[in-house]
C-alpha cells in the first residue's frame, strides 16, 4: 500500500531537499488563489503549493478535500491542468480545470481567492515524453482537455511540436483554445453539432486530417473511453505509440481501495513450480496507481 508524505508541520514552508529525498504524494495544505468560471459550468483554480515543481509529471492527478462535513467527504481527483515552477524554495503552482457537474464540485465553484485546501499530489503515472524529437498529437475529448494541457507546456519546453485536437458536444464546451495556440501548438477542433470547426466525432476528424500527411511520432489522448479507443485503433494501425489517460471512479487514489481497477492484456507471470495457477488471472491494474496513463496497447479495451 502507499503512503503519504505530510510535509513538515503543513505549512507552506519546508526543506526542497527534504521534500525531494523523500519523493511524494504530499498530503499538504495549499492555498487557493484563483477559481474563476471559465465556460458555462467549467472553473478553472489555481492553488500554490509548497510541492516541488520537478516531482510532478503531466498526466499525473492530485485530490481536493471537499469537505470537512460527512457528505461530500471523500477527496475528489482532479487532473493536474498545468504547472508553473516557483523556484526550489517554493514549490510550484497547479491548476485544475473542472466541471461543475456534483455536489462536490458545486461547493468547489464557491470557493474563493485565499482558502486553505487540503490535497494530496502528485497521484499516479503520468504521460512518459518521447525522447526523440518529433510532431506528437495530443486529443482531448470534453473535460479530457485538462489533462493534456500541462504535457503540451512539459513537450514545447523540450521542442517538439504539438498537434491539438480538441472535440466537444458544441462550441460552448470546447475549451482551452487560445491556451494550446499561445503555447505554440497546432490547434483543431471537431464539435458533434458543428458549431465551431469540424463537423463530427474527434476520431473522425483525426482519420481525416491523417489522409494526406504524415504520421505523427506519437498519440496522447484524454477523454471519454470510446474516444480513447478509437483512438488506440488509429493509433495501432499505422503503427503509431499511443498513450491514454483513462478515467475511474477513485475512492483513497493510493492503490489501497481497489475501487478504479481495470482489465489490461496478457497474464501474469507465474510466481512459483508449487503454486502455478497463482499469477495467472486477469492482469487487473488499478487506475490510481500503475495509471491514469497507460500505454494503449495494454489497454484490454474490451473488458473496461
Ligand atoms: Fe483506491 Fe484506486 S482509488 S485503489
Not at 499538504?28 to 477559481?35: C, I
Not at 499525473?60 to 478535500?65: D, P, T
Not at 517554493?90 to 487540503?118: C, F, H, P, Q
Request: hydrophobic share 35%; with cysteine.
Amino acid at each position: 500500500m502507499t503512503s503519504y508524505k505530510t510535509i513538515k508541520d503543513r505549512s507552506m514552508s519546508f526543506s526542497p531537499s527534504e521534500a525531494r529525498e523523500r519523493g511524494g504524494p504530499y498530503l499538504v495544505y495549499g492555498t487557493l488563489l484563483e477559481n474563476p468560471q471559465v465556460a458555462p459550468s467549467y472553473h478553472k483554480m489555481r492553488i500554490r503549493t509548497p510541492i516541488p515543481y520537478g516531482d510532478i509529471e503531466p498526466g499525473q492527478f492530485l485530490m481536493v478535500r471537499v469537505s470537512e462535513e460527512p457528505f461530500p467527504l471523500l477527496r475528489r481527483p482532479f487532473s493536474i491542468h498545468s504547472l508553473s515552477d516557483l523556484g526550489a524554495k517554493d514549490g510550484s503552482d497547479i491548476e485544475i480545470l473542472y466541471k461543475v457537474v456534483g455536489k462536490g464540485t458545486n461547493l468547489m465553484a464557491t470557493w474563493k481567492g485565499g482558502k486553505r485546501l487540503d490535497i494530496l499530489a502528485p497521484l499516479g503515472k503520468g504521460f512518459s515524453l518521447p525522447t526523440e524529437m518529433g510532431t506528437q498529437s495530443l486529443v482531448a475529448g470534453g473535460i479530457g482537455v485538462a489533462g493534456l494541457f500541462a504535457l503540451s507546456q512539459r513537450m514545447r519546453a523540450h521542442g517538439h511540436t504539438c498537434l491539438v485536437f480538441i472535440g466537444a458536444k458544441t462550441k460552448e464546451h470546447v475549451l482551452c483554445v487560445d491556451e494550446f495556440k499561445g503555447l505554440g501548438a497546432d490547434v483543431y477542433v471537431a464539435t458533434e453539432d458543428g458549431g465551431m470547426g469540424f463537423r463530427g466525432m474527434i476520431p473522425d476528424m483525426v482519420t481525416s486530417f491523417l489522409h494526406d500527411r504524415p504520421n505523427p511520432s506519437g498519440f496522447f489522448a484524454c477523454g471519454p473511453v470510446d474516444m480513447l479507443k478509437a483512438v488506440a485503433e488509429i493509433a495501432k494501425s499505422r503503427p503509431i505509440p499511443c498513450q491514454v489517460s483513462l478515467e475511474s471512479r477513485m475512492a483513497c487514489g493510493l492503490g489501497a481501495c481497489l475501487g478504479c481497477v481495470i482489465k489490461t492484456k496478457g497474464k501474469l507471470p507465474l510466481r512459483s513450480k508449487e503454486a502455478p495457477h497463482q499469477g495467472w488471472d486477469v492482469p487487473y491494474k488499478r487506475v490510481c496507481k500503475e495509471g491514469p496513463v497507460f500505454d494503449s496497447e495494454e489497454v484490454d479495451w474490451g473488458g473496461i
